[in-house]
């Protein structure tokens, strides 16, 4: 058996066991592989084990996501200082540098700073760090800061029980009786884990400056109560982005409006080259919009009108209510920047998928784990397979024509390539549920205007 084999006998296995944990909502990194076209030095791939492992991982945290994915509550405002500048915080695939599906950015915490490694959450609300002393947490390394250390800030303030902010947490539990900290469990990509809730703090890094939100509340985790192994829980916290009151756009209203956009490096970059961009200073001025939706089950979440799915420019027939946000049961679609691979709604994938292949001239390649419509192709003559535009059309109408890049993705051993989106669960609580991931985000900036109902799409290079 070559190499070669072994490793898509491994990816094979390695994806079958992901793609039937499939209440999941969300994916995984995968560890690929470059593009015929690419030049990127993508040749060091890390040995099968590692990346089995951290896949296997990953994916088996995806039934742990929607659970933590509500919460609801009045805004609180912090007293965040006002800034008038733009202001573009750096953002990084955490893949390479972490090893985690998340974009990270890079934050500091505390007074004096203490540096951290963050992952930019949009599903989800409250804030997390390692704190020193946690139980559990990855132990510290030397391409790891050190945990947060609160006895070393002379900003941080426990949150007391009976605080408002204490209520807004998931679980939260008062061991010590009213008066004491604020103490909340949290599940998050396979593990559980129990943090006490502080506040200080907080500057994202931008590229001319750093935004400061004073008293910031987040959780200061103590003790990992569960954890899958190689989990791919963020080694150095997590900054939520989404619409509950414990979020960062919730926390910095005042200053940010509730604004903001990114735009994702392709994930095999390990540059800081793509943007998070804050506050409606600095957004694209010219930028297709469609309303922004809600959904009270699960008001956290960015959902957007999926109206219809067009393949090499033609519309796919769909079931007439695929596609709609509650029917069936909450199904609809949410924009994510943590799942990497799109997945539709069974009928919707089924559909799009046949619409795909019926316009691909190339040898159909065995399925590639979750994968199921896959392509060689011979990786010498360094001709790729032609595969038709997949277009998304959104209410408004607005249509996002994804090209080759956003809708393919590659074996690392090369000469094989697969459509780069699956089938949601057939049955639970996220079926009907699309979520439009980040691999087909990719080079596109992605606009989150909650002040205005409304979310945008551009093509944007933001891939160093
Ligand atoms: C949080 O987790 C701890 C440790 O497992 C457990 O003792 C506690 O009951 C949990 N609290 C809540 C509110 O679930
Ligand atoms: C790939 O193309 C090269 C150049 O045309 C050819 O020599 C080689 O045999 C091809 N390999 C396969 C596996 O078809
Ligand atoms: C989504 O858009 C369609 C077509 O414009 C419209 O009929 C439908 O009511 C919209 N759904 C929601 C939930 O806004
Ligand atoms: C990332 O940045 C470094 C330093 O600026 C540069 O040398 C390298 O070429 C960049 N990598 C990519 C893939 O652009």
């Not at 008038?84 to 990084?92: C, D, K, L, Q, W």
């Not at 200080?200 to 200061?220: H, R």
């Not at 109560?225 to 916290?237: D, N």
């Amino acid at each position: 058996m070559s190499s070669l084999s072994i490793r898509l006998s491994v990816v094979l296995v390695v994806l079958s066991i992901f793609w039937s944990a499939a209440s999941a909502v969300r994916s995984s990194t995968l560890h690929l592989a470059r593009s015929p076209r690419s030049v990127s030095p993508d040749a060091g791939a890390p040995p099968v084990t590692t990346w089995a492992a951290t896949l296997a991982a990953q994916l088996a945290a995806d039934a742990a996501r929607l659970a933590m994915l509500a919460s609801s509550g009045p805004d609180i405002l912090q007293n965040a200082k006002r800034r008038r500048h733009r202001s573009f915080v750096p953002i990084a695939p955490g893949r390479q540098i972490l090893s985690i599906p998340n974009y990270i950015a890079r934050a500091r915490l505390g007074t004096p700073p203490q540096t951290l490694l963050v992952a930019i959450d949009p599903s989800n609300d409250a804030a997390w760090v390692p704190c020193t002393g946690c139980t559990g947490c990855a132990t510290a390394s030397s391409s790891l800061a050190p945990p947060f250390s609160p006895t070393q800030s002379s900003m941080y303030r426990p949150v007391r029980c009976g605080s408002p902010q204490c209520s807004q947490v998931p679980s939260p539990s008062c061991p010590g009786g009213v008066g004491s900290s604020c103490a909340f469990n949290l599940s998050y990509a396979g593990s559980t884990f129990q943090a006490l809730l502080g506040q200080d703090t907080l500057a994202l890094e931008t590229d001319n400056d750093v935004v400061v939100a004073s008293s910031y509340t987040f959780g200061c985790l103590h003790h990992v109560i569960t954890s899958t192994s190689g989990s791919s829980m963020p080694p150095q916290g997590l900054i939520g982005f989404g619409r509950g009151p414990l979020s960062f756009m919730s926390q910095t209203k005042d200053v940010f409006g509730s604004v903001f956009s990114y735009c994702l490096p392709n994930y095999k970059s390990s540059n800081f080259s793509g943007t998070l961009r804050l506050g409606p200073t600095g957004q694209p001025r010219r930028i297709k919009t469609t309303p922004l939706l809600s959904n009270p089950h699960r008001p956290s979440l960015y959902y957007v009108n999926l109206t219809g799915v067009r393949v090499g420019g033609r519309n796919v027939p769909l079931p007439p209510s695929a596609l709609a946000l509650f029917d069936p049961a909450n199904g609809g679609t949410i924009v994510d920047a943590g799942t990497m691979f799109t997945r539709l709604a069974a009928p919707v994938y089924a559909a799009v998928r046949d619409a795909f292949r019926r316009r691909v001239r190339a040898a159909v390649a065995p399925p590639l784990g979750g994968f199921d419509t896959c392509y060689s192709y011979n990786v010498t003559t360094t001709v790729s397979i032609v595969v038709p535009t997949v277009t998304f059309v959104f209410a408004g109408p607005v249509a996002v024509t994804l090209p080759e890049e956003n809708v393919m993705i590659h074996s690392s051993s090369g000469g094989i390539a697969c459509l780069a989106m699956a089938a949601g669960p057939v049955d639970g609580v996220n079926a009907g549920l699309n979520v439009l991931a980040s691999m087909q985000q990719q080079n596109h900036r992605v606009l989150f205007d909650v002040a205005n109902g409304r979310v945008g799409f551009s093509r944007e290079r933001c891939t160093a």
